[in-house]
């Protein structure tokens, strides 16, 4: 049974940055595929960000339109760890971030595997 616990989350200012860490309780395999997801209140958990392994030592990542080019999504198999570095924070991007982990790769909040959450909040 994997567990995985987010942290790194706070209170950020319009177009600052944040970087949230998350760290699996066993070895998680190239091959299992990670993702971000968030929620807002009063909204539906919606997709960040997804990484898999391509072989090669490649990765191969896949990004909300809504954080394209301000977010970036890596992992460290060595230390189990994936990483979301959040840059240009808007308040919209106020939510509660949760990492998943599973053996399909998807858009949808279908992963196996899921953290108890972390808060982000964007203020000016």
């Known amino acids: 049974q994997m567990q995985l616990v987010e942290s790194g989350g706070g209170v950020a200012h319009i177009g600052g940055s944040l970087r949230l860490s998350c760290v699996a309780s066993v070895r998680t395999f190239s091959a299992d595929n990670l993702a971000w997801f968030r929620q807002a209140p009063g909204k539906e958990r919606e997709f960040v960000a997804a990484?898999?392994?391509?072989?090669?030592?490649?990765?191969?990542?896949e990004y909300a339109d809504s954080v394209k080019g301000r977010f970036t999504i890596s992992r460290d198999i060595d230390k189990n760890t994936m990483y979301l570095e959040m840059n240009t924070l808007k308040p919209e991007d106020t939510a509660v971030y949760y990492c998943?982990?599973?053996?399909?790769?998807?858009?949808?909040?279908?992963?196996?595997?899921w953290g108890q959450g972390t808060q982000v909040t964007v203020s000016a």
């Open positions: 998943a982990a599973g053996p399909m790769f998807t858009r949808l909040p279908q992963y196996t595997y």
């Open positions: 990484i898999k392994w391509r072989g090669g030592g490649l990765f191969y990542m």
